[in-house]
């Protein structure tokens, strides 16, 4: 039996509207969460909106502008400085974590 992949939360508005349009959002993460295919929320408790594949494309990194840089055109905001602002705002602080990608799927997927 394989391991239940939790559904990822997308917190900030910028990210949930980068997945629905473009079918694909980069978020970073300061947990090691599991991978594989799930639901997303917009919060903890919320309905599930979708299905999604996440994946890590990365080891731990800190969130600095330039680990950040590669990543920040499907992050769904305008600048690495406002993904950063962000991140601050969801974690509380700007503490190492990961880079997941999270990728909608089709309802046949």
Known sequence: MGTRVEPVVLA???ARDQLETHNMVY???Q???TTGQTQY???RAGTDQGT???TRPTGVILPTAPSLNAYQSFSGFDSVHSWR???ADVHGDLS???IYSVRLLD???
């Open 41 to 43: 929320r917009d919060t």
């Open 96 to 98: 190492a974590g990961y």
């Open 52 to 54: 999604v594949k996440i």
């Open 85 to 87: 602002d962000a991140i």
């Open 31 to 33: 947990s090691n969460r």
């Open 27 to 29: 978020v970073f993460k």
């Open 107 to 109: 309802k046949d997927e």
């Open 12 to 14: 900030t508005e910028a």
